[in-house]
């Protein structure tokens, strides 16, 4: 995927909060042998603030099975076509191994696991590859043991063994930018680097297959900078660039969790407005870290989700801004976030936060989980239907055309009414007649259910997609949306109608933001009636409908 600069950096996500909570990734404890099932316990809350902070996910209170179990959910999810491959790493981050059949439904390849020093995961790394699954660990090390001075070494030591037992990738440790996994007032991205180095050096003497993540920071804004009880990440990974990290991983680790917004969007935060700190939104994070290491390294988001507050229990107030998001919410984002994060140069791999974690305490972990607790997986369906589907759903309603716009857009109206014309359009639809909506950076929706047979940066109109019923363009219904700052869908990928698409912008050929939109059938072009809702209120929506027959 394209945009206006030459990258279009997205997605993936990690759990940090503006709201002033803490966070620490969840743990899960290793299936080793010689552990104990003891889950681990909570960490202490940071005091809640106004201001960014990163949010802690504490430890679930149950543990992994050691075998695959039977999944429960009710829905029957059939596998992938033959042949099918993920388009690229796609994984969730699972409590249990009960719900294989549903990942795999999602189009996942990846399971992701913790592992706390200084385990055996031999196990898990077997259970998951008997399973189908590549597996990610992330290498959890006790902040007590630093101060030991062959610490580095033995820590070097144990992942080179995670490496040498099969793990296809390991994060070297987690959130080092903040005391809940650093000692406090030792919090250093120079010393951090020290070791993550030590651990690149022994993983690939071990394996070298085995691909090294550096640890994904805390996403914050809380620490005003750097002090003793933590660093916000952007410092933190200067710091890291600095001291030479660049060159001791292969790829740049990641969290993104605190979203209740579009993956595209870049303010409007629930929590926080009028706030535009990178650590809300997904596509200004992913941008920023990319940039940050000057595209040398792609992330590997070894956590990234939305909370969903239906069907569990209320949040706590530390997740207050998560409460009015729904399944159907939980799902449109995860699935817009991961197309735009395997179309862009930016992302190599995203491991979805979560799969079927239940609540912890103040943590709603539950909430995270894309298995709710009725057994549905909305997300999977979403998912599926973006990365794997082959076939279209029936659509009941295949003639009416409509372009819906969500409440609170001030600027749908239709800006110009083009003649029809005989050149520069593509893709070989010649006549046209479109219409331009004066719609600045805001969400664009599909008009109409159907397949994408265009998704491409073009000179003249910047980010286009082509939509049509049929997957022949040629004797069909289409619609083309361009001059998109993003688009979040695929080629070949089945969108249904209102779901978000892109974003839109002023690529291409054009001196202000706009939507350029225009319908067609059988190549020719079909003029649409424009109409306007809830005239004379605050909060409008305007939509095209347009019957064809």
């Known amino acids: 995927m394209k945009s206006k600069v030459d990258f279009f950096a997205l997605i993936v996500v990690t759990l940090f909060s503006l709201t002033g909570c803490t966070t620490s990734s969840p743990t899960l404890d290793a299936l080793a042998t010689q552990r104990s099932n003891t889950p681990t316990t909570p960490s ?12 802690t996910h504490s430890p679930e209170s149950t543990i992994q099975t050691p075998h695959p179990t039977p999944p429960t959910a009710p829905t029957v999810y059939p596998p992938p076509p033959a042949g099918w491959q993920a388009p690229f790493a796609l994984g969730g981050h699972i409590r249990t191994w009960d719900y294989v059949t549903q990942m795999k439904y999602a189009g996942m ?21 008997q399973n189908g699954f590549k597996i990610q660990l992330t290498g959890l090390g006790d902040k007590q043991l630093l101060d030991r001075p ?17 793990a296809d990738a390991i994060e070297v440790w987690n959130e080092p930018n903040i005391d809940r996994e650093w000692p406090s007032g030792q919090i250093s ?14 993983v690939k003497a071990a394996n070298p297959g085995t691909a090294v993540i550096s640890a994904a920071p805390a996403p ?15 410092p933190f990974l ?3 660039i600095a001291a030479g990290a660049t060159d001791c991983m292969d790829y740049l680790g990641a969290h993104y969790a605190a979203g209740a917004t579009s993956p595209v969007a870049r303010g409007g935060h629930p929590a926080a407005p009028t706030s535009t700190h990178h650590s809300w939104y997904f596509l200004q994070q992913t941008e920023l870290y990319f940039e940050l290491f000057s595209k040398e390294r792609q992330l590997f988001f070894t956590e990234m989700g939305y909370a969903s507050q239906e069907g569990v229990a209320l949040f706590s107030d530390t997740f207050a801004w998560a409460r009015n998001t729904t399944n159907a919410q939980q799902a449109d984002w995860l699935t817009g976030a991961i197309n735009l994060a395997r179309h862009s140069q930016a992302v190599y791999a995203i491991m979805v936060w979560n799969v079927d974690f239940v609540r912890y305490g103040y943590d709603p972990q539950d909430g995270y989980a894309i298995i709710r607790p009725d057994g549905s997986c909305p997300a999977c369906e979403k998912l599926h239907n973006a990365l794997v589907r082959t076939t279209p759903p029936v659509d009941q309603d295949r003639y009416t055309l409509r372009l819906p716009w969500q409440a609170g857009v001030e600027h749908c109206r239709a800006a110009a009414t083009f003649p029809a014309r005989e050149q520069g359009v593509k893709p070989t639809l010649m006549p046209t007649q479109a219409v331009n909506f004066d719609l600045n950076f805001e969400p664009v929706l599909a008009a109409h259910s159907g397949w994408v047979i265009k998704a491409e940066d073009d000179e003249n109109w910047g980010n286009i997609i082509l939509l049509c019923r049929d997957q022949n363009p040629s004797r069909d219904e289409c619609s083309r949306y361009a001059h998109l700052d993003a688009y979040t869908v695929s080629v070949g990928q089945y969108v249904e109608r209102a779901q978000e698409i892109g974003l839109s912008g002023d690529s291409g050929n054009t001196a202000v933001p706009t939507l ?7 190549q020719q072009p079909v003029p649409a009636a424009f109409e306007e809702t809830d005239k004379g209120s605050s909060s409008k929506s305007c939509y095209v409908s347009q019957n064809i027959p």
């Open 150 to 166: 062959d610490f580095t070494a033995e820590y070097g030591a144990w992942v080179a063994d995670l490496a040498a037992s099969g």
């Open 109 to 129: 390849t990846w399971a992701k696991l913790q592992v706390h020093y200084p385990a055996d995961a031999r196990n898990m790394i077997n259970t998951a590859h």
């Open 220 to 234: 914050t804004g809380y620490f005003g900078g750097c002090g003793p009880e933590g660093c916000d990440d952007i």
């Open 44 to 55: 202490e809350a940071v005091p809640p603030t106004s201001t960014p902070q990163s949010v």
């Open 238 to 240: 200067e710091g890291m």
């Open 189 to 202: 991205a120079e010393d951090y680097t020290k070791l993550l180095c030590t651990a690149y050096d022994a």
């Open 516 to 522: 350029y939109f225009e319908l067609f059938k059988d």
